[in-house]
């Protein structure tokens, strides 16, 4: 009897460190929680995303032909200037255009030369009369096989690596076509 009397209260202790122990850990882990993971605040914005607010109209501002007041004194730069300073589609450039899937383009980079990239996705086309969405698919995946060949791994790495090629493809496929093509939208992007 003795010798159970001695095993609990060597137990006792060991128990009673446990549950301390257990304790200031979850403690520790709610405190950084509360600390690290705001859930009320909102998920920050990437700054090439955001649009810039209009500002109020001049009531004294004469309309141009397309009925749209212009304030006296205040031109707007041409639609090439804005589309080349525009990363993201506006809503207003999505009117009129045809999402066409491209062929999935497979590459080597230049450097390492051993990588491959594999890209797939679909350009948002304005349709014109003399050229099908197709055409101008074709012709915007060429330019874009042609400039994966030039990146570097180092090019591509990270999110902010992500979002520069996107941009660069971007800026490539409304060159390539004259602005026919506004966007191009990445549904698949492996490097291997």
Do not use: C
């Not at 255009?97 to 030369?113: C, G, L, W």
């Not at 050229?131 to 591509?156: E, F, G, M, R």
Request: charged share 20%; proline share 11%; hydrophobic share 45%.
């Amino acid at each position: 009897m003795a010798d159970q009397e001695k095993a609990k209260s060597g137990i006792m202790p060991l128990v009673l460190g446990l549950v301390i122990v257990t304790v200031i850990g979850l403690g520790a882990g709610f405190g950084l929680s509360k600390m690290f993971f705001k859930p009320d605040a909102a998920p920050p914005q990437p700054v090439a995303a955001a649009t810039p607010a209009k500002p109020a109209a001049d009531p004294h501002a004469k309309p141009d032909a397309h009925g749209t007041a212009k304030e006296p004194g205040k031109e707007e730069p041409p639609p090439e200037t804005q589309a080349a300073a525009a990363s993201d589609l506006n809503p207003a450039d999505l009117k009129d255009v045809v999402i066409t899937p491209f062929p999935p383009i497979t590459a080597n980079i230049s450097m390492p030369e051993t990588v491959w990239i594999r890209l797939e996705g679909s350009m948002a086309v304005k349709p014109n009369e003399g050229t099908k969405p197709a055409d101008v698919v074709q012709l915007a995946s060429n330019k874009i096989v042609a400039y994966v060949k030039t990146l570097k791994l180092v090019d591509i790495q990270g999110p902010v690596g992500f979002l520069a090629l996107s941009s660069d493809l971007n800026e490539i496929v409304r060159s390539a076509t004259d602005g026919q093509a506004r966007s191009i939208l990445i549904s698949g992007f492996i490097v291997e």
